[in-house]
């Protein structure tokens, strides 16, 4: 059974930083590209930042230069270095993830989320 585990949100000042980890888990998996969207109230989820895999990266130009992503194959397991928060920044981060597997091929998994709140 896939997973995906989030940590790392929670309330920051503007100006502040976060850093947002997704661990995925399973049995004999192989992780294709990861990355983060977010969704804040009243608004569509949209794609933050992804990570293909060997394939390059690709940043959100909202965040751009203030968001970095960055993976650790080892771990199965995907950042998001968040810098420079704005309150625009806030909303619920969710992680992504096209994950192989034996039994059932390649399909895409979402993470629970973790709330970001950039508040002074």
């Known amino acids: 059974q896939v997973q995906l585990v989030e940590s790392g949100g929670g309330l920051v000042q503007p100006g502040g930083s976060l850093r947002l980890s997704c661990a995925a888990s399973g049995s004999n998996i192989i992780t294709n590209t990861m990355g983060w969207y977010r969704q804040a109230p009243g608004k569509q989820r949209e794609l933050v930042a992804h990570d293909r895999s060997g394939g390059g990266t690709n940043v959100a130009d909202s965040v751009k230069g203030r968001f970095t992503i960055s993976r650790d194959n080892a771990k199965n397991t995907v950042y998001l270095q968040m810098n420079s928060l704005k309150p625009e920044d806030t909303a619920v981060y969710y992680c992504?993830?096209?994950?192989?597997?034996?039994?059932?091929?390649?399909?895409?998994?979402w993470g629970q989320g973790t709330q970001v709140t950039v508040s002074s």
């Open positions: 992504n993830a096209n994950i192989y597997t034996y039994s059932s091929g390649s399909l895409d998994y």
